[in-house]
């Protein structure tokens, strides 16, 4: 099956800076990736996703890349504020032109933005 | 995005009681839902998939005899814990698929 490898499991930075989380996954014919954010007791939240046609995808301050040769894709968040501070995950699955699919999840990178 | 909710948001349980939560899709119809269990700083665990008008399809070493799933709608998938036990204190998080997964904001269930 699937292997979804996220790192860092911590990530720190100052308010401002810009903030990288990167993910392998072992399974070619995957062709999804969505991102989610989770906060502190609450339900992750989709904040981006990307399809295997395409490279790179961009939505204000956060963006994703995929290549697909190396298979990896990572999350950047630019400018960050201390709103952005909270659990993020990749995914990915196959089957991503509808219908229902299975994502497998990163193990997750906390993400803590200091005032 | 598509929403999602959940109820309840929290239950305490006496141990050898069952709950109920309950995930509704409010603005589109899921075929697919579904739910998962999260245990603190770690990642998300597929329990199991269900399937509107169907039995739903458990992952392995999870008891479907103790984890009750019915999605008798569309909109409306059910999770019941039976007997619960301690052990079973977990936030149990549910998802309806679409063009993506859209998740609920989860239940923290805590068994006495």
């Known amino acids: 099956g699937e292997n979804v490898e996220q790192h860092p499991s911590t990530l720190s930075v100052q308010e401002g800076d810009s903030a990288v989380i990167k993910c392998t996954y072992s399974?070619?014919?995957?062709?999804?990736f969505p991102w989610y954010k989770q906060e502190l007791g609450k339900g992750p939240q989709l904040i981006i996703d990307i399809r295997s046609n395409v490279g790179e995808k961009k939505d204000q301050r956060i963006a994703v890349t995929l290549n697909k040769t190396a298979k990896h894709f990572s999350l950047h968040i630019t400018e960050t504020q201390p709103e952005d501070s909270a659990v993020y995950f990749c995914a990915a699955s196959k089957g991503a032109t509808g219908g229902s699919y299975i994502p497998t999840f990163g193990r997750g990178t906390s993400l803590i933005v200091h005032p | 995005g598509a929403v999602v909710s959940q109820h309840p948001s929290r239950v305490i349980c006496k141990s050898g009681t069952s709950v109920k939560i309950e995930c509704r899709s409010l603005d589109f119809q899921a075929t697919t839902m579904f739910w998962y269990r999260q245990f603190p700083k770690q990642s998300l665990m597929l329990m199991a998939t269900s399937n509107e008008g169907s039995k739903a399809t458990y992952e392995q070493g999870v008891e479907k005899d103790k984890f009750l799933i019915n999605h008798a709608s569309l909109t409306l998938s059910t999770l019941t814990v039976t007997s619960a036990h301690p052990e079973d204190s977990s936030f149990y998080i549910c998802?309806?698929?679409?063009?993506?997964?859209?998740f609920g904001p989860g239940t923290r269930l805590t068994v006495l």
């Open positions: 399974d070619s014919a995957s062709n999804y």
């Open positions: 998802s309806a698929s679409r063009d993506t997964q859209y």
